[in-house]
């Protein structure tokens, strides 16, 4: 196992943490009118949705859980309970609470941050993947059978 940051996948944490703080600091700085009750309505919808995902993903993974692209070397694949139904729930989670909070304070350089965001846990995911694909050889046929980010769809 690596023990180095930077080998271990340290800069796309960095990067998603970066991108988090500046989509809180938009949406308290940048704010506009057009953050009607329909878009707060859908927002929130996203934030308690990425609530779920995030409190099940945390639950299910247990000792497995760390912020690197990489397992640690005394890993268990995951795939029951919310694993099950999204291979990347803690991702959808941060995703869905970023948009959320971008509709939520009428925002649009909060959802721009979030977008940002979003394409960055994709890219993270496709490398974790990698690493999964390597250490667990029933990983493929998991990733065949259940969908990243959004059940049944993507």
């Known amino acids: 196992m690596k023990n180095n940051f930077l080998e271990r996948g340290g800069l796309w944490v960095v990067g998603q943490f970066l991108l988090l703080i500046l989509a809180l600091l938009a949406g308290i700085f940048w704010t506009a009118e057009w953050g009607k009750a329909a878009f707060r309505a859908v927002g929130w919808f996203f934030i308690v949705a990425g609530a779920f995902c995030g409190v099940s993903g945390v639950l299910a993974l247990g000792r497995n859980l760390t912020p690197f692209p990489e397992p640690t070397a005394k890993a268990e694949l995951v795939t029951s309970g919310i694993y099950g139904w999204i291979r990347h729930p ?8 970023g948009i959320g909070w971008g509709l939520v304070r009428g925002s649009m350089p909060a959802l721009v941050f979030a ?7 994709v ?6 993947e990698a690493h999964l694909a390597k250490s667990f050889p029933e990983y493929q046929g998991y990733a065949r059978r259940v969908k990243g980010f959004i059940p049944w769809l993507y």
């Open 123 to 128: 890219r993270k995911a496709r490398r974790e």
């Open 115 to 121: 977008g940002l965001l979003l394409v960055l846990l």
């Open 90 to 97: 803690l991702y959808t989670a941060v995703g869905c609470e």
